[in-house]
């Protein structure tokens, strides 16, 4: 990211009070922040509700790190601006500024799709991560290179799944999966550069109506596939 303060924006087929309940409502917030993991509670506390300001009447909140949301009306639903804080005072936190920023566009369109495609549903995720200074990312990898609208088919790592392009950014691209019962699949790829040696590739896997033995052993084929491409690295952000 090039941008001294990015900004993400992102148009969501809801009515601006549902956008704004699905950030200021705890349950609803784990219906699309991050991904399923011990600490997850915790971080949205720390996020969402510690030494945040809040406007519910201009729809207007600013975290506690100085990241700050908008949501406002726009013809078929609503629009939410992002915009990330300013870079800080701490070199070594600001080592992960971009890394957050990528955690954020990830987040929002999972938002997105949590209230386009399934409002109210609890989902079950998987998370990869890993080096990535390999020359091509994990949606090059599955070949998953259709242009957003498009509808795809693929073999992802064994499985036959059909769906669509749901988003794509400058590292990210992010696919509806029929199978997962209108899953979200986002794979994101950063090459190594001098600022991120190692580079890095992220996937989370998002759920719905899955049986756990599915769960599993969608998770099996690729805890066998990942490492061998994207190896682990301790150059990991926070997950936000």
Do not use: C
């Amino acid at each position: 990211m090039s941008e001294e303060t990015p900004r993400i924006v992102v148009t969501v087929a809801a009515p601006v009070e549902a956008v704004w309940d699905a950030l200021r409502d705890k349950k609803k917030i784990q219906h699309w922040h991050g991904w399923e993991y011990e600490g997850l509670d915790a971080e949205i506390d720390l996020i969402f509700f510690t030494g945040f300001t809040a406007d519910g009447e201009t729809h207007t909140l600013e975290l506690h790190g100085g990241d700050r949301f908008v949501v406002e009306p726009q013809e078929g639903g609503s629009k939410i601006t992002l915009t990330r804080a300013p870079h800080g005072d701490d070199p070594a936190w600001d080592a992960y500024y971009d890394d957050i920023t990528e955690g954020w566009i990830t987040f929002v369109q999972q938002l997105r799709f949590a209230l386009e495609r399934h409002p109210g549903d609890a989902r079950r995720t998987l998370f990869y991560s890993g080096a990535g200074d390999r020359s091509t990312g994990p949606a090059d990898q599955l070949g998953l290179d259709a242009a957003v609208g498009a509808v795809y088919a693929a073999d992802l790592i064994g499985e036959a799944v059909t769906g669509q392009v749901w988003f794509r950014s400058e590292h990210q691209v992010g696919l509806t999966v029929d199978q997962w019962g209108d899953g979200l699949l986002v794979l994101s790829h950063v090459g190594a550069s001098d600022k991120k040696a190692n580079g890095a590739a992220m996937a989370v896997l998002t759920f719905y109506e899955l049986s756990d033995n599915e769960r599993a052993a969608i998770g099996k084929r690729w805890q066998d596939w990942w490492p061998q491409r994207y190896p682990a690295t301790e150059e990991l952000p926070p997950s936000s």
